[in-house]
């Protein structure tokens, strides 16, 4: 029987869950200073210094084209391995860590995993509750994190 450990998050009223040995850790949106990359996707909200580290943050909201909300003090950066880099992602609130077992999990329906949506991976049962369960690697694709090379931001420093 494979067990899974998964960060539980909300938003739009719905939860989602991704791999917890993926989180490096938990940040309160509203204590970091979240600043504009110009220029770069609509679904980045900024950049922030995190461990003495640039990171770059993505709107899981805009990403999953829900409704955008102000960040307020419910509101989290995750902050998670994908694609080989760090990132951090902007959350409604974390709500749980929940251990799943292999049958407490269904698959994502063959629809989805054709569509666009190939990230959703399954989805978590914990007694009345359904918990979309996310791939990292799959939402915030190698090409957006690739993105985020300074290479590719060196138009923005002056000659």
Excluded at 34 to 62: A, C, H, S
Aim: glycine share 6%.
């Amino acid at each position: 029987m494979a067990r899974v450990q998964m960060v539980v998050f909300e938003m739009n009223g719905t939860e989602f869950a991704i791999e917890a040995a993926t989180v490096h850790g938990v940040i309160r949106a509203n204590r970091v200073n979240i600043q504009v990359v110009p220029g770069t996707l609509g679904n980045m909200e900024g950049m922030i210094n995190w461990r003495d580290t640039v990171r770059y943050v993505f709107n899981l909201r805009k990403k999953l084209k829900l409704e955008n909300q102000v960040i307020n003090d419910e509101s989290k950066i995750i902050m998670v391995q994908t694609n080989e880099r760090i990132v951090g992602c902007l959350v409604d609130e974390v709500t749980d860590i929940v251990v799943f077992n292999s049958e407490e999990i269904e698959a994502a329906p063959s629809f989805i995993q054709e569509a666009e949506s190939k990230f959703i991976i399954g989805i978590g049962k914990v007694e009345e509750r359904l918990i979309v369960m996310l791939d990292m690697d799959h939402l915030l694709t190698g090409a957006e994190i690739n993105g985020l090379a300074l290479e590719n931001l060196q138009n923005y420093v002056p000659a």
